[in-house]
């Protein structure tokens, strides 16, 4: 499955488009790409830092917790790539987790120095220097995020690719504009999965799925999840009857 930045919304975490949006306020082309990072990397670390700090005081909703009960309970049958960078899916407990655009709690060199690795932890809020550094070359870090005219790291791409080989695939709180994660659902479905949207508005990949279910992720879910736990009670209780 995948999620993007509906999930966290009843967290309080910006989502990109729409009217309130991160990108009616900002220009993708200022902030989220190489050439602005180059061009004024201060600008840059100001809109992550504030980003850190917003998600910072967020918690992970019920759309979160479902998801990594799910992963739980169902893995390593069970893969959710995520395009969110907020770190929300890991702080409710989430396994077998791909983050398919890094993450705002992730640190990498600019330079991509020979001595650092190639991304670090970093969740110190408010950030101790900013614009960060990186502690082995003393040049400039930039956030372990993937921006536009970037590439997805290979071994991402490679544990999303396997991730498509499943019987259900649910693509959740996505616009589904962005590529190459907005084809991943047509992927699957290619491949045999059933593929189910969630999202509370009509989306432009809409009628690309099997099935639209319209509606908050956070709703949709549990609901979804009480379904499933009383589908899973009555069949294990007819398993019980059937054995005596
Ligand atoms: P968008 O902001 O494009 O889309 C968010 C979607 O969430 C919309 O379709 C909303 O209708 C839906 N939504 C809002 N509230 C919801 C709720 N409570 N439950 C479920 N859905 C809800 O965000 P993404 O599709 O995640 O990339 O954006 C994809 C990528 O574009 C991001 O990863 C980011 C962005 O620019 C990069 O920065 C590379």
């Not at 917790?65 to 969110?84: D, H, Y």
């Not at 690719?161 to 695939?169: E, M, N, R, T, Y």
Request: one cysteine or more.
């Amino acid at each position: 499955m995948i999620t993007g930045a509906g999930v966290s919304a009843a967290s309080g975490v910006p989502t990109f488009r729409g009217e309130d949006g991160l990108w009616s306020s900002f220009r993708v082309e200022d902030l989220a790409t190489p050439e602005a990072f180059a061009r004024d990397p201060d600008l840059v670390w100001k809109w992550y830092a504030w980003r850190r700090e917003l998600v910072s005081a967020c918690k992970p909703n019920r759309a979160h917790e479902v998801l990594a009960a799910w992963s739980r309970r169902r893995a390593p049958r069970f893969t959710l790539i995520t395009q969110n960078v907020d770190g929300l899916h890991e702080r409710a407990g989430t396994r077998n987790l791909v983050r398919f655009h890094g993450s705002l709690w992730e640190l990498q060199c600019w330079k991509g120095c020979a001595k650092s690795p190639p991304r670090w932890r970093e969740e110190t809020v408010p950030l101790r220097e900013l614009p960060p550094r990186c502690p082995h070359c003393r040049g400039l870090a930039r956030p372990g995020v993937v921006w536009f005219g970037e590439p997805i790291d290979p071994a991402v791409l490679e544990a999303s690719l396997a991730a498509l080989d499943c019987d259900v695939f649910l693509v959740v709180g996505t616009s589904g504009l962005v590529y190459p994660a907005a084809g991943l659902a047509d992927e699957a479905r290619l491949r045999g999965a059933f593929t189910v949207e969630i999202n509370p508005e009509p989306t432009e990949a809409g009628d690309r799925f099997d099935l639209s279910i319209q509606g908050p992720a956070e709703e949709v879910l549990d609901r979804l999840d009480a379904r499933l736990a009383d589908s899973e009670e009555s069949s294990s209780g007819s398993r019980f009857n059937s054995s005596q």
